[in-house]
């Protein structure tokens, strides 16, 4: 079949080609244009300067935390031992027989019964939640005569009356070691009534609000309260009394001593003749009555004070308060108790100052009615 010429084959049609890019040896270098991607301008020390400054306030914000969380656990524990260094409240519903009534009685103690039925008083204190309202002790006596010189001795029983208590505690962040409760013979009453109605108002038998005020100012002022008890006790004013010690955490005999050895030592300088050679041999005394082992908690520790100034020391390792009491040791020489009966009472610094406050507003009770009537009252 023939062709016809014109309709023979054109030559196609070609789009122009783009350039190709140059090829790039491993000698050349790599432009900007050729790699495709934008590349970031990166300053160093810029970078630097703000992960410094990340890192500084970083360090700043857990130190601040640090210090806060500290702050706070001593700020809540401070709190915690003001709350529990406060006295027991005292009640206003006791009748007006009671000594423990009267005047004031929104400040007065709680007297509750416990399931024996006697007067107790709380303390506060979880693991001695109660001290008792009052205390019999016996009192050793001789009966001599002209035919019997050497009579037998006889223990009458002594009542002691609670005037207040408070809870030792060591440390700043309040430890506590025992409740200490102060005893005072309830027929020597009166006479600690008189000595201070007198020192206010010569003239009175019993003080007024602000008569009382007074009182207790002095009786709360490091120098004059000091001086106050220490004259009285050198009078024989309580003639008896007792400081019950009771533990609220295990302890030992020799960790109680050196507190309280301690404690006569730092009152002992002012008193007369507290270098002598005697004195030395009483503090020996007092010693060799604690080298005993150990004190579990709960267990009663009296500290006995006698009109002479005699000190005996008992110790109850057994059930309920005085039924299985034993005397564990005796200091003769009168500096000696007390010395230590003003670490409870007076001075600048008191072994407990809970048991001082609530001591001194149990005197304000006694003085505040006429002289002999709260031991009448109480027996």
Known sequence: MLRNPALR?????????????????????????????????????????????????????LWSGTFAGIFSFLYTGHKLYLELQKPAQLDSSLPSSDPLSGAGAADRKVVV?????????????????????????????????????????????????????????????????????????????????????????????????????????ALLDHV?????????????IPARSVFRLVPVRDTDFHHLRDGLVNAIKARAPAMAGAEDESFGEAMKQFRTAFNRGSVPKKKELLLIRDG??????????GGKSGKKRQLIGTVDDERVSRA????????????????????????????????????????
């Open 340 to 379: 230590l009966w003003l670490n409870y009472l007076a001075g600048a610094k008191v072994a407990s100052e809970p048991a001082r406050a609530s001591i001194i507003e149990g005197i304000m009770e006694f003085v505040e009615r006429p002289v002999g009537s709260v031991a009448a009252q109480v027996v």
């Open 113 to 217: 019964r416990d399931e024996d039925g006697r007067d107790v008083i709380p303390t506060g204190n979880t693991t001695v939640p109660t001290f008792p309202r009052t205390i019999t002790i016996p009192t050793t006596t001789t009966t001599a005569t002209a035919t019997t010189p050497s009579s037998p001795t006889i223990d009458l029983p002594t009542e002691y009356t609670l005037v207040g208590l408070g809870t030792r505690t060591v440390t700043f962040i309040g430890i506590q070691v025992y409740v200490v409760g102060y005893y005072i013979a309830t027929a020597d009453i009166a006479a600690l009534q008189n000595a201070l109605t007198k020192k206010i108002n010569p003239l009175a038998t019993s003080l007024v609000p602000g008569e009382r005020d007074e009182l207790r100012s």
């Open 308 to 317: 002479e100034g005699r000190l005996s020391i008992e110790y109850n390792a």
């Open 224 to 236: 004059e309260g000091e001086r106050t008890w220490d004259g009285l006790l050198a009078e024989g």
């Open 9 to 61: 084959r054109l030559p196609r049609a070609t789009a122009p080609r783009a350039p190709l890019p140059p090829r790039r040896t491993f000698l050349s270098a790599r432009g900007d244009s050729s790699s495709g991607r934008a590349v970031e301008s990166l300053n160093v020390r810029e970078l630097a300067r703000k992960s410094h400054e990340y890192q500084r306030n970083r360090r700043i914000f």
